[in-house]
């Protein structure tokens, strides 16, 4: 079995700074993408920022500049250093991983409130 363990989530004032952490354990082959998604109440699940095994990486329009993702693959574990934090950001936050044989993971979710 494979778990994504979420840490970091907590409350925050906006300007603040928060970093989240998900680390994958269990049996995955090869890790594809990592990334992180947010559902906020009453909206649709929408995506944060990823990164592939190269290193690149993708971003929302709305947090480019202010959300920085990384990933340390020894450790199977991927980073999101959130700076500049606003209350629209305030969300569930998801770990997100995609294996390199297309199977889909998914954290428990940490939650993230910004308060203004």
């Known amino acids: 079995q494979v778990q994504l363990v979420e840490s970091g989530g907590g409350l925050v004032q906006a300007g603040g700074s928060l970093k989240l952490s998900c680390a994958a354990s269990?049996?995955?082959?090869?890790?594809?993408?990592m990334g992180w998604y947010r559902q906020a109440p009453g909206k649709q699940r929408e995506l944060v920022a990823a990164?592939?095994?190269?290193?690149?990486?993708r971003y929302a329009d709305s947090v480019t500049g202010r959300l920085t993702i990384s990933r340390d693959n020894a450790k199977r574990t991927v980073y999101l250093q959130m700076n500049s934090l606003k209350p629209e950001d305030t969300a569930v936050y998801y770990c997100?991983?995609?294996?390199?044989?297309?199977?889909?993971?998914w954290g428990q979710g940490t939650q993230v409130t910004v308060s203004s």
């Open positions: 990164i592939n095994s190269d290193g690149l990486t």
């Open positions: 997100h991983v995609l294996s390199s044989s297309n199977h889909v993971y």
């Open positions: 269990g049996t995955i082959f090869s890790i594809n993408v």
